[in-house]
């Protein structure tokens, strides 16, 4: 089938995935040739904890767009505040964590104590809107 393109529109850098291989690697707004058909994008990027799959119908040697994540901020703080934060599954240091830049929806918040006892929540974050969370030991 004749290949098409597909246009990432981001503000941010990220890697566009296919199948497993690398199409884009750290690129603001990247554009990247696919076979034409129905097909599914992995989009990523670290920073702001984003690992989206995205479907993309791409037309036989046409181009066509989709946008990419916004993003939000996210606050967290704790009660005892002596522990470890992390978003789905990455450390992000240890509270109070102020405005830190994420990807727009759902993330898992993690608090881990010292003496073992963990917790967790789930944050819906939206563009430009800040989302609070806030751990406490059981």
């Given at each position: 089938?004749?290949?098409?393109?597909?246009?990432?529109?981001?503000?941010?850098?990220?890697?566009?995935?296919?199948?497993?291989?690398?199409?884009?690697?750290?690129?603001?707004?990247?554009?990247?040739?696919?076979?034409?058909?129905?097909?599914?994008?992995?989009?990523?990027?670290?920073?702001?904890?984003?690992?989206?799959?995205?479907?993309?119908?791409?037309?036989?040697?046409?181009?066509?767009?989709?946008?990419?994540?916004?993003?939000?901020?996210?606050?967290?703080?704790?009660?005892?505040?002596?522990?470890?934060?992390f978003v789905g599954g990455a450390s992000i240091g240890y509270p109070p964590?102020?405005?830190?830049?994420?990807?727009?929806?759902?993330?898992t918040v993690s608090f881990r104590w010292p003496d073992g006892v963990s917790?967790?929540?789930?944050?819906?974050?939206?563009?430009?809107?800040?989302?609070?969370?806030?751990?406490?030991?059981?």
């Amino acid at each position: 089938p004749t290949p098409g393109q597909v246009s990432i529109v981001s503000s941010y850098p990220l890697d566009v995935l296919w199948r497993g291989q690398v199409l884009a690697r750290a690129a603001v707004s990247p554009q990247v040739d696919l076979p034409s058909g129905p097909q599914v994008l992995t989009l990523a990027s670290t920073s702001i904890f984003l690992r989206a799959d995205v479907p993309v119908s791409v037309p036989p040697g046409g181009q066509t767009e989709i946008e990419a994540p916004g993003i939000g901020r996210i606050n967290i703080r704790a009660f005892p505040d002596n522990c470890e934060v992390f978003v789905g599954g990455a450390s992000i240091g240890y509270p109070p964590i102020q405005n830190r830049e994420v990807a727009t929806g759902s993330h898992t918040v993690s608090f881990r104590w010292p003496d073992g006892v963990s917790t967790e929540q789930t944050v819906e974050v939206q563009t430009g809107r800040p989302a609070f969370v806030t751990g406490r030991k059981e």
